[in-house]
């Protein structure tokens, strides 16, 4: 059985950093793709970053502010969030082929 766990979120103010992490069971991240994807409160479910191998991609609107990045010894993958702003609002969830995490919060405020 395939379980995604999600860690790291909370509330942080415009231009803080947070780190989420996922780590998996039941499946390896060094064979499968990883992906983070996020939903914002009243809008679609959206893809933020994905890591395949070594090979990374973003979503242009948090290129350059977020970083995706994965410890294979220990099954887990990071999202590293920094200049984090409001509407990086919502619900991230961690996703590995058609296996998907439980969601964390992530809200920016002031």
């Known amino acids: 059985q395939v379980q995604l766990v999600e860690s790291g979120g909370g509330l942080v103010q415009p231009g803080g950093s947070l780190r989420l992490s996922c780590t998996a069971s039941g499946i390896s991240f060094a064979i499968s793709g990883v992906g983070w994807h996020r939903q914002a409160p009243g809008k679609q479910r959206e893809w933020v970053a994905v890591?395949?191998?070594?090979?990374?991609n973003y979503r242009a609107s948090v290129r350059g502010r977020f970083t995706i990045s994965a410890d294979n010894a220990k099954n887990t993958v990071y999202l590293q969030m920094n200049n984090l702003q409001p509407e990086d609002t919502g619900v991230y969830y961690c996703?590995?082929?058609?296996?998907w995490g439980q969601g964390i919060q992530v809200t920016v405020s002031s």
């Open positions: 996703v590995s082929g058609q296996n």
């Open positions: 890591i395949i191998s070594s090979t990374t």
